[in-house]
């Protein structure tokens, strides 16, 4: 989970995603979601075979944003879903065992609820301020480290994360994070990939009351 790249088509610039997304995992990306939110089932489809094709060749686990028949059709590695998405139970018995699912939560309530009924990791935020989701709240330092307290699955922190607030997560026990513009939207998506990563792990290693976690 150490750098968990979310995909964007507004920086494609007429380029492919899949190209864009293999450019990013040859730098350093370790897990891929495809998050489009205005794309028809079937363009969702079709791009997320062509992205996983491209994660297949590199052994990197793909999901999908929210849509459980989408990562079906396509075959995706599981998929990540928030609070107000399908049940998981009901997400899991559709995807199987074999599938990740990822949940977001907000406080440690929330995390213990999703550890209990089987998320594989779970996402935080925003942990900043964020162009991506304007109405965000900030989720607040104090209760990211009792969510990453509460349970001992992988936590990724998202949310306005950049090469120049990452560090400031240090201390905090999250097992990585989650970007989206802090890779697609730099004009070198490997060197900004490669410096992310390297700065995510200065901030794990560097995290001297983080929690053990089992990773699954």
């Given at each position: 989970?150490?750098?968990?790249?979310?995909?964007?088509?507004?920086?494609?610039?007429?380029?492919?995603?899949?190209?864009?997304?293999?450019?990013?995992?040859?730098?350093?990306?370790?897990?891929?979601?495809?998050?489009?939110?205005?794309?028809s089932f079937s363009e969702?489809?079709?791009?997320?075979?062509?992205?996983?094709?491209?994660?297949?060749?590199?052994?990197?686990?793909?999901?999908?944003?929210?849509?459980?028949?989408?990562a079906l059709k396509a075959d995706a590695d599981g998929v990540h879903i928030g609070q107000g998405d399908e049940d998981m139970g009901t997400v899991r018995e559709k995807l199987g065992n074999d599938k990740i699912i990822g949940l977001s939560v907000?406080?440690?309530?929330e995390a213990k609820k999703a550890q209990e009924m089987g998320a594989d990791?779970?996402?935080?935020?925003?942990?900043?301020?964020?162009?991506?989701?304007?109405d965000a709240v900030p989720v607040p330092f104090d209760t990211l480290q009792d969510i990453c307290r509460s349970v001992?699955?992988?936590?990724?922190?998202?949310?306005?994360?950049?090469?120049?607030?990452?560090?400031?997560?240090?201390?905090?026990?999250?097992?990585?994070?989650?970007?989206?513009?802090?890779?697609?939207a730099q004009p070198d998506i490997g060197k900004a990939t490669s410096e992310l990563l390297r700065l995510s792990r200065q901030m794990v290693a560097g995290d001297k009351n983080k929690t053990l976690r089992v990773q699954k």
């Open positions: 989970m150490l750098l968990y790249a979310i995909t964007d088509r507004s920086w494609l610039n007429g380029g492919s995603l899949a190209k864009q997304v293999e450019e990013c995992i040859t730098a350093g990306a370790t897990f891929i979601q495809l998050r489009e939110k205005n794309l969702s489809v079709k791009t997320a075979v062509e992205i996983k094709a491209v994660t297949d060749r590199y052994k990197i686990p793909f999901v999908i944003n929210d849509d459980v028949n989408v907000h406080n440690a309530e990791y779970i996402g935080v935020g925003a942990v900043f301020s964020t162009a991506t989701k304007t001992n699955i992988p936590v990724v922190a998202i949310g306005g994360i950049s090469r120049d607030n990452i560090l400031k997560l240090s201390g905090s026990g999250v097992d990585g994070v989650a970007v989206i513009s802090a890779v697609f």
